[in-house]
């Protein structure tokens, strides 16, 4: 999209010539990429010209590594995912090719405001949550560690809706990222791949007398590749993600056009312009929509070609791929890749059955992400059928082939078939996709290490029990590249001064070495005054977006993360509302200063998630304008969470709320960024929380509620949330508060939603069972927080323990026990 012009990159040391270098490329692109005076420039054109400026120096080096990594015909991972949140490239990619000091020092240079500069960037926002963050930093990980990888998705057009807040109401609007462009991509028509959909299947008969399936009749949607260049830290490896962009194919629909109806036959190209033009905005759930499927295995099959196409350039033995390329499915949304390939194997290539089998096994390795029921994915069978009839046969041909094996293993036991059995039997018959997945694959891996249990002992019993040595741990990280390095300016400062080893940022077990100044009192208010610092930027940030005045001084409690019941931003809000009672009734109560901050998207289907936000900022409303309160309470929801307003967030955050009901968050990594920036948890057992209780230890977080076991209980022996109602008087006063109409005068019954699911509608996620523990938990953290020197310390232990985290750490392992994948220095 912009042309790219020389500009010399051995100068990338700090000082006089490189930044003069820089500030020369900045005017360079301007004037002849983007063909402008810098009188004229707009903030947009200064952005766009830095950006082709780093962009220059990270070209050179993505040459050599892709051509290196073809001529030494290495060993590569293929990361095949729906969803990538990688957020702004920018800064990133400045640290990570080592040019930031120059860049911004060339941007002040020329008269220019660097955050001013750096917020024209458009988030890069092709992902719900967790699962699409975790890709983007597996992503950084790969190329820092030199290993050999690309990265596979879809290039949206419209990613992550955008968050407004109408009187309290979530609304969406279409996310427009892409529609002036990006620096950070190039275009790949060379590699354009050609798919069919829908069709039938034929039987003929080669010359041999051997059956060959012809899959016929089918429409044809065309791939274009776009690749994002990927480069690693303080290295030469630049990998890419290549992402689809669906586009009709010339002879779409041929009949029309020969029928001399041209206009028609443009009008039902629709289907190719369709398929990549929306990110379905579902989090935890799954969707059953024919345009999903397809969208998965569009961009699936274009992968899978691309891959055998490389593969063919300089091998020919097909029993050798294993030996080339390893692919991981991030959750079961490309797991249809396992069939694909199956087919490509079988009816292309005229593989048999076992050779191809063999193949597919060794090639792929699967990620769970969930155990709850309603995100597993699940195909019916007609649908798929009527897409993809040939992929229909081979599942069933796969299926039929494993029910043998569980023969094998249990004789005679129908009921074990049943429930191992890749379609779920009943009147709608369903296609169970993390079957396939788990059959398919020669790891199965969960995310953190009470997840990976949960998947053995309630999700895949009996798969455990038949592979023995399939099923598998990888506790989640995330990159301190992005994670701090890009985001805490003040905190990488302070490090440089007390001596931490630059290395950090490839070694965050480095940070250890600040548990020597835990009693360094100079050293623990000079950490505290950066988060100060930080605390006011936030401040302004929420005056800005919220219309809020914040005291920088009170404590900074923050939950971001998508709004989900399990997640449970109703059991803060429950609390909110019983200091907020407390308040009013002893009103010399010694309480601590909070700001409550929120930030999270509802899917736009989901009524009670998105009544849960009306309920947080009317609520808000009311707290905010009490003049009765004296400002020891304010509730601020930042509209539109994403990665950038992550980034401004986690570093000025005293408090990590990681609250969700035991055994339901697989690991979250919101709760590892926050610890990493020097944020104290309070958290369930959960997820990664319990890895992060083993590295802080118990006196550096703040643990309550209901354990595994505890919830599994109380379900065996009928769950009873009205009795904590009644028992609980402070809850039941929360509750009806809420209600009552005192919050929504308008509509005094717009959150009986919340209170019907808690009483009448069984409160699946334990929010009444754990309100307590909870509300008792948060004064502990009050009084903690009141001893500035004992928070402190606790704040600085966070920062100097979650080492484990980086997903560097997370990638390592996955290289060496799934992969078993080398690196490859360029
Ligand atoms: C890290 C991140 C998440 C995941 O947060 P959890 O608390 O682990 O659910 C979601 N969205 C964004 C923008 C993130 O950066």
Known sequence: MFSVTDSSHEDSHNGLASYQSMKDSILHHLRYTLVHLPQQATPRDWWLALSLAIRDRITDDMVETQVSHTRENVRRVYYLSMEYLMGRMLINNAHNVGVYHEAKQAIEELGLDWEQICDEEMDMGLGNGGLGRLAA????????LDLPAIGYGIYYEFGLFKQEFLQGKQVEHPDTWIKYGTPWDVMRPEYSQTIQFYGRVEVSYDSAGNCRPNWVDTRSVMGVPFDIPVAGYDTKTVNFLRLWSSHSTEDFDLEEFNKGDYVEAVHSKVLGETISKVLYPNDQNANG??????????????????????????????????????IQLNDTH????????TRTLLDDKHLSWETTWDIVTRTFAYTNHTLLPEALEKWGVELFERVLPRHLQLIYEINYRFLGDVEQHWPGRDDIKRAMSIIEEGNHKMIRMAHLAVIASHKVNGVAELHSQLLKSELFPYFDQLYPHKFTNKTNGITPRRWLLNCNEGLVQLFDQYGIENDWPKNLDRLRQLETL?????????????????????AQIIKRECHIDVDPHALFDVQIKRLHEYKRQHLTLLNILTLYHRLLNSPELDMVPRVFIFGAKAAPGYALAKTIIHAINSVADVINNDTRINGKLKVAFLPNYRVSLASHIIPAADLSEQIS????????????????????????????????????????????????????????????????YQQDEELKGALDWLCSGHFSPNDPHAFDDIRNSLLQGGDPYKVMADYRAYVDCQQRVSEAYQDKMRWAKMAVMNTARVGKFSSDRTIQEYADEIWTLPPYSV
């Not at 998965?296 to 300089?314: G, K």
């Not at 309550?704 to 009928?718: A, K, P, Y």
């Open 518 to 538: 835990q009693d360094d009192e100079d050293f623990l208010t000079a950490f505290m005054d950066v988060k100060h610092q930080n605390k006011v930027h936030l």
């Open 661 to 724: 009901t035991a055994g339901k968050e697989a690991s979250g990594t919101g709760n590892m960024k926050l610890a990493l920036n020097g944020a104290v948890t309070i958290g369930t057992l959960d997820g990664a929380n319990v890895e992060i209780l083993e590295e802080v230890g118990p006196e550096n977080i703040f643990i309550f509620g209901l354990n595994v076991d505890q919830v599994q209980e109380l379900d065996r022996h009928g769950y009873q949330p009205y009795q904590y």
């Open 137 to 144: 930093c597996f992503l950084d990980s790969l190329a820092t």
């Open 334 to 341: 490309p797991a249809i890749a396992v069939v694909e390939l």
């Open 289 to 326: 929509k024919e345009l999903r499927l397809i969208q998965q295995y569009f961009f699936v099959a274009c992968s899978l070609a691309d891959i055998l196409r490389r593969f063919e350039v300089m091998n020919s033995d097909w029993s050798r791929l294993p030996e080339k390329a390893a």
